[in-house]
């Protein structure tokens, strides 16, 4: 791709851009919470790990399929070189084992709990920020903003309760790869193809959930009640649970995450994980509409923090500039 021209006049676009993903992943919650009670009922509480799997293979194939068609350059032409395609290939493992650590964890832990160690990528990306870029790449505001960010993502579900145990190492640690995925994005769209990267992403987040689903498939046993697992595909039948998978694969990863890719670079890692911090207020905005949560201190608190940081990370000073290939 080369340097990426241009960038402060596209960055304003891009934080509207981004902005719009957190939207958009806000309602993934109340969707994919729906999907899952859909499998708890139909199922029992062992079909919901493999409904997750399922459900997370499906709406990266869907997405994978479409994009070509929706995206021109998705695919390598002849006499283009591979490094998009190798580091999708990167962004995809690393994407697959952040969802595969929190999706296992989720089971051990409270919301509030999950929220706040998962909120740690926001930290984590700044640190390595500074561990991989010069120090002054982070000026006082976004320091500010990344800790207000972080500290309200924290609470916004209620104050966690933490016993650190081994579903809690797991999220900090899916937290920790969820951070690696924003400064791979950073690093990699601006010098390849951001379509090429996206759709090598889909791909392998598609066929690891694959794998996933097959070694559930096949260790069910009658014994274990995985009789009952055995007949996860009658889910496909259901609208409650294909209507929200089909939401997730169009709008929350063939969409959002396309436009994630292609916008990202435009803006430096730490402002960008600031943003994508606003995910859990769009979450809780939709919820309430819905009536599926009622308002609280913990949310207003949380929310509260969230925005300040973001206006923080914005207005606070001067943003470290983003400029091409070094």
């Not at 919470?33 to 493999?50: C, N, Q, T």
């Not at 990167?90 to 650590?101: K, R």
């Not at 689903?213 to 009658?234: I, K």
């Not at 939401?247 to 063939?254: E, K, V």
Request: proline content about 4%.
């Amino acid at each position: 791709m080369g340097d990426v021209k241009g960038v402060g006049g596209k960055r304003p676009l891009a934080v509207v851009a981004l902005l719009g993903v957190t939207i958009i992943w806000g309602a993934t919650f109340p969707w994919m919470k729906g999907a899952l009670d859909v499998a708890r009922e139909e199922l029992g509480e062992e079909g919901v790990l493999p409904a997750t799997s399922l459900f997370l293979c499906l709406r990266f194939a869907i997405s994978a399929l479409l994009l070509p068609f929706c995206v021109k350059g998705a695919l390598p032409r002849r006499g283009e070189g591979w490094g998009g395609l190798a580091w999708g290939l990167v962004l995809g493992l690393l994407f697959l084992g952040g969802f595969l650590l929190q999706m296992v964890a989720l089971d051990e832990l409270t919301p509030a709990a999950s929220a706040f160690l998962t909120s740690l990528y926001v930290l984590f990306t700044a640190l390595l920020s500074l561990f991989f870029r010069h120090h002054r790449a982070i000026g006082t505001g976004l320091w500010i903003g990344v800790l207000l960010a972080t500290g309200g993502a924290a609470i916004i579900s209620g104050p966690p309760q933490i016993e650190f145990g081994l579903a809690e190492w797991m999220t900090v640690a899916s937290a920790f790869l969820f951070a690696c995925t924003i400064l791979v994005t950073d690093h990699a769209t601006r010098r390849h193809a951001p379509a090429q990267i996206s759709w090598m992403s889909f791909t392998v987040v598609a066929l690891g959930a694959a794998g996933i689903l097959l070694y559930f498939l096949s260790t069910s046993g009658e014994a274990s009640g995985g009789g009952r697992v055995g007949d996860l595909w009658v889910l496909l039948g259901l609208r409650g649970f294909v209507q929200p998978l089909l939401f997730c694969s169009l709008l929350a990863t063939l969409l959002a995450l396309t436009a994630l890719n292609h916008f990202q670079r435009f803006v430096s890692p730490v402002r960008a994980a600031t943003l994508y911090s606003l995910e859990p207020v769009w979450a809780a905005v939709i919820s309430l509409f819905l009536g599926s949560e009622n308002p609280d201190f913990w949310l207003f608190a949380g929310a509260s923090a969230l925005l300040s940081g973001n206006l923080f990370a914005e207005f606070g000073g001067r943003s470290p500039k983003v400029t091409g290939v070094r």
